[in-house]
T-cell receptor
Framework: DSGVTQTPKHLITATGQRVTLRCSPR?????VYWYQQSLDQGLQFLIQ???????AKGNILERFSAQQFPDLHSELNLSSLELGDSALYFC?????????????FGSGTRLTVV | AQSVSQHNHHVILSEAASLELGCNYS??????LFWYVQYPGQHLQLLLK??????LVKGIKGFEAEFIKSKFSFNLRKPSVQWSDTAEYFC??????????????FGTGTRLTIIP
């Protein structure tokens, strides 16, 4: 157990639907990062939050959004889902001074869009 | 923006063989470097990291990596692999800055298959 909790572990949904993925960071970590892992694109950075505020954006589609709540858990919302959104979605967390630490990853949510 | 290249997409070795996985990055400034491993069906786990000092760093499970600044490389090595090393290996880089928006950039990964 890495200390980063992601729910659900698996999600199967239909095209056009909306889902919410949840992440609880490791205790004491203020930053949360979302990554998408697919076979053809590898690990793609989506978005980072630090202490409730968005800090960096990567290759995140407009149909996707995220937020970090006061208790530091984060949610990634995926809407108008397409078949191509099927992937593993990882959350990672780190303390403020990332330069001195690596990320700690959660176990991921496997999303299958049918 | 920084980028990371892992030229070996799939490596197949027999048990007890020696391993070296290549990693090159492009970034003009100071970086921290990481290797992560992802066992089948599991999340990414940190193998080792380099921040400064001795360019030869040792990680878990007998892995080590060498940072060669002049070559922008951070290759992963293991003298004798085991079947349990079958996994995907990711090199990652983060630039050092004071802006607070640092993020890890990952390479595309190298799939390692060990044949018993």
């Amino acid at each position: 157990d890495s200390g980063v909790t992601q729910t659900p572990k698996h999600l199967i949904t239909a095209t056009g639907q909306r889902v919410t993925l949840r992440c609880s960071p490791r205790s004491g970590d203020l930053s949360v990062y979302w990554y998408q892992q697919s076979l053809d694109q590898g690990l793609q950075f989506l978005i980072q939050y630090y202490n409730g505020e968005e800090r960096a954006k990567g290759n995140i589609l407009e149909r996707f959004s995220a937020q970090q709540f006061p208790d530091l858990h984060s949610e990634l919302n995926l809407s108008s889902l397409e078949l191509g959104d099927s992937a593993l979605y990882f959350c990672a967390s780190s303390p403020r001074q990332l330069a001195n630490y690596g990320y700690t990853f959660g176990s991921g949510t496997r999303l299958t869009v049918v | 923006a920084q980028s990371v290249s892992q030229h070996n997409h799939h490596v197949i070795l027999s048990e007890a063989a020696s391993l070296e996985l290549g990693c090159n990055y492009s970034y003009g400034g100071t970086v921290n470097l990481f290797w992560y491993v992802q066992y089948p069906g599991q999340h990414l786990q940190l193998l080792l990291k380099y921040f400064s000092g001795d360019p030869l760093v040792k990680g878990i499970k007998g892995f080590e990596a060498e940072f060669i600044k002049s070559k922008f490389s951070f290759n992963l090595r293991k003298p004798s692999v085991q079947w349990s090393d079958t996994a995907e290996y990711f090199c990652a880089v983060i630039p050092i800055s004071n802006f607070g928006n640092e993020k890890l950039t990952f390479g595309t990964g190298t799939r390692l298959t060990i044949i018993p």
